[in-house]
Nanobody
């Protein structure tokens, strides 16, 4: 059974940091490109960050470039999103996604709220 379980969300003040984790099971994690998406209220889900399977190359949305870092630990079947210098506009539900050819898996999401 495929599972992606996000954790690490919460309430943080502007300028603060959070580290999201996504623990994967039920598939060959190392062979999948991993993505973090987010969806704010009333907005479409947007791709935030990507890390590929073999080369571990990364790509980021312009809105978070320089503030967020995606990484993965294939030994632990886990992908991370380090979020620094958080802004109120980063408030959203953050989703972990695993993708390989036609295979596409989603986690349940974790809420991140940036507010003073």
């Amino acid at each position: 059974q495929v599972q992606l379980v996000e954790s690490g969300g919460g309430l943080v003040q502007p300028g603060g940091s959070l580290r999201l984790s996504c623990a994967a099971s039920g598939f060959t994690f190392s062979g999948y490109t991993m993505n973090w998406y987010r969806q704010a209220p009333g907005k479409e889900r947007e791709l935030v960050a990507t890390i590929t399977s073999v080369s571990r190359s990364t790509n980021y949305a312009d809105s978070i470039k320089g503030r967020f870092t995606i990484s993965r630990d294939n030994a632990k079947n886990t992908v991370y999103l380090q979020m620094n210098s958080l802004k109120p506009e980063d408030t959203a539900v953050y989703y972990c996604n695993a993708r390989r050819t036609i295979m596409n898996y989603w986690g349940q999401g974790t809420q991140v709220t940036v507010s003073s």
